[in-house]
């Protein structure tokens, strides 16, 4: 294993632990999530970044030897904080980084909660191509236009007591309308943290991921759903 670059300090928003001393095809991002409001930096293994490494670390397993560069999104404040929008813009800072480091490479987002709010945000980027976005934080009058040719999945647990997943289905529809290809999948049992059908949400994400990267096919169902835009169409039941 290559030694993690992007260390704290160095003001990166790009954390990996790949050299990328290779060629690189594709690469997916990863976004750990936050809260509402909060400017302090995120501590070193904060919780919200160690509930999302098992995920890193399974898309690394099952992309390896596939040039396909794998990094997080380092936050420089643990939350939102309003028109701010810090964690969004750290992730346009991550991307354009990313750009410089691998070229322009097409790139899957994966975020959750705060994480998937910041990926939806940044999926305006013209290097990506596709979002997953488990559980994600998206509040009433979010901007779609930017998802126009977009494939968004929306992963959410009916057991959610943080983020609505009503909220997640009604902004796959509104994408839908702007052009972007969505679908959307409750995950029985499922709640915010995932720890809940833990292995089912992994390996759901890799699936997910591989699929989008063209890897592996995606799920049958999936892809059916991203083939045809159908953002209005009741989520799949996981």
Do not use: K
Not at 59 to 79: K, L, M, Q, S
Not at 179 to 192: E, L, Y
Not at 218 to 231: C, E, I, K, Q
């Amino acid at each position: 294993m290559v030694q993690e670059t992007g260390v704290r300090g160095t003001g990166s928003a790009l954390m990996t632990r790949d050299a990328a001393a290779r060629t690189v095809t594709a690469a997916v991002l990863v976004l750990h999530g936050g809260c509402e409001e909060g400017l302090g930096a995120p501590r070193r293994g904060n919780l919200a970044g160690a509930r999302m490494r098992p995920f890193t670390w399974a898309i690394e397993r099952a992309t390896a030897g596939d040039g396909v560069f794998v990094g997080e999104v380092r936050y420089r404040h643990r939350g939102w904080n309003g028109d701010r929008e810090d964690a969004a813009l750290d992730a346009r800072r991550a991307l354009d980084e990313l750009v410089q480091r691998v070229g322009e490479v097409p790139v899957v987002l994966v975020g959750h909660s705060m994480g998937g709010r910041a990926a939806l945000r940044a999926a305006g980027h013209p290097r990506v191509r596709s979002v997953v976005a488990l559980a994600p934080w998206c509040p009433e009058g979010e901007p779609v236009a930017h998802l126009d040719g977009r494939r968004l999945v929306l992963v959410h647990g009916d057991r959610d007591r943080t983020t609505d997943p009503h909220d997640s289905w009604r902004f796959a529809a509104r994408a839908a309308e702007a052009g972007a290809r969505p679908c959307t999948v409750t995950m029985r049992g499922g709640d915010h943290p995932m720890l809940r059908r833990a292995g089912d949400w992994h390996r759901l994400t890799v699936s997910l991921v591989t699929g989008l990267l063209g890897t592996e096919p995606l799920p049958p169902r999936v892809a059916d759903r991203l083939s045809g835009g159908t953002g209005n169409a009741d989520p799949l039941e996981w």
